[in-house]
């Protein structure tokens, strides 16, 4: 955590989101706010100058053209978005071979939502974890077979390479840049200036995978979910479910991975997880009551469901989401 200025560029080509520039530059910008200096030096560079059209028409100027070999290089380079369509626009193509010339020159390379087809036509995804918005992680896998593409996160580290999924996910990746650079405290300084309701971890699913999953749920699930919620705070073995909706113990299962990519033990502790956010926003029982409520056993093990399925634990949620919370 030094107090070395670092030189961070935002590399902009014409259509990107403007949230995917905004997001990051405002953290980074209250972030030399909170430490009262510059850390961070800020610049938009682009393969058109001096200014660049947005997505719905917002124009960034400012725009500084991409410089030529031996010029001094940046110590954070940021593609902010990037086009998903093949062939790519001219100006995606150019800031791809400028990055295949110089990237080994720049110490941290971080796309944010579409930025990692820009990332992988330079070859920076090849052999390692990287992630993009939800639409087009499907793309990026099939454009992109040497990287490996997930979704369980809203953004991804490795090594000198960081991906983020869609829009707001730059913000949270701004943030973890942040607190390795200077620390918990200073991040967190920052996302309360910026008014957060919460401040995601990596790990974090996107939402958006949620709600594509609810739009194609079946009918059957109904009938699944209205037992188990009616019997949420009792001890639910598999054979207890399938006895109580009218099916086999191997048909629930079968069932349950074949319609929901899921076990019947996770869609139980998802839904004690949804409860158990619903009474943390509307109710002001103590944790260990709603431990009780909803099956959990103890709190270490309702602590662990909502850490590894949110990223943030009970106690931070309901103090971001209950009705009347700051």
């Given at each position: 955590m030094g107090r070395r200025v670092k030189r961070v560029w935002f590399l902009v080509c014409p259509g990107t989101g403007v949230l995917n520039i905004a997001g990051p530059w405002e953290v980074l910008g209250h972030a030399n706010d909170v430490l009262g200096r510059a850390a961070y030096e800020l610049e938009v560079v682009g393969p058109r100058a001096p200014a660049v059209e947005t997505r719905h028409g917002l124009v960034v100027a400012g725009v500084r053209s991409l410089p030529r070999a031996g010029a001094r290089l940046p110590d954070i380079a940021i593609v902010a978005g990037g086009s998903p369509r093949t062939p790519l626009p001219d100006g995606e193509s150019r800031l791809v071979r400028w990055l295949r010339r110089h990237h080994r020159r720049i110490p941290t390379v971080i796309s944010i939502c579409t930025g990692a087809f820009v990332l992988g036509e330079a070859g920076l995804l090849d052999g390692r974890r990287a992630t993009t918005h939800w639409l087009y992680l499907a793309e990026l896998r099939a454009r992109f077979p040497a990287a490996h593409v997930v979704d369980q996160g809203i953004f991804v580290r490795d090594g000198e390479v960081w991906t983020s999924a869609g829009l707001t996910a730059g913000i949270d990746l701004a943030l973890a840049l942040v607190e390795e650079d200077h620390g918990h405290r200073v991040a967190m300084a920052v996302a309360k200036r910026m008014v957060l309701f919460l401040r995601r971890s990596g790990n974090q699913a996107q939402f958006s995978s949620a709600l594509k999953r609810q739009e194609t749920e079946p009918p059957k699930l109904r009938d699944v979910s209205t037992f188990v919620l009616e019997h949420v705070d009792e001890a639910l073995p598999v054979d207890r479910i399938a006895a109580g909706v009218g099916m086999s113990p191997r048909t629930l299962s079968r069932w349950c991975r074949e319609h929901l990519h899921e076990s019947p033990a996770e869609l139980v502790r998802r839904?004690?997880?949804?409860?158990?956010?619903?009474?943390?926003?509307?109710?002001?029982?103590?944790?260990?009551?709603?431990?009780?409520?909803?099956?959990?056993?103890?709190?270490?093990?309702?602590?662990?469901?909502?850490t590894q399925s949110l990223g943030v634990t009970p106690a931070a949620y309901r103090q971001r989401f209950a009705a009347g919370a700051p």
């Open positions: 839904l004690r997880v949804d409860e158990a956010r619903r009474l943390l926003e509307e109710t002001p029982l103590p944790l260990k009551d709603i431990t009780a409520r909803t099956g959990f056993g103890d709190a270490s093990t309702m602590w662990r469901a909502f």
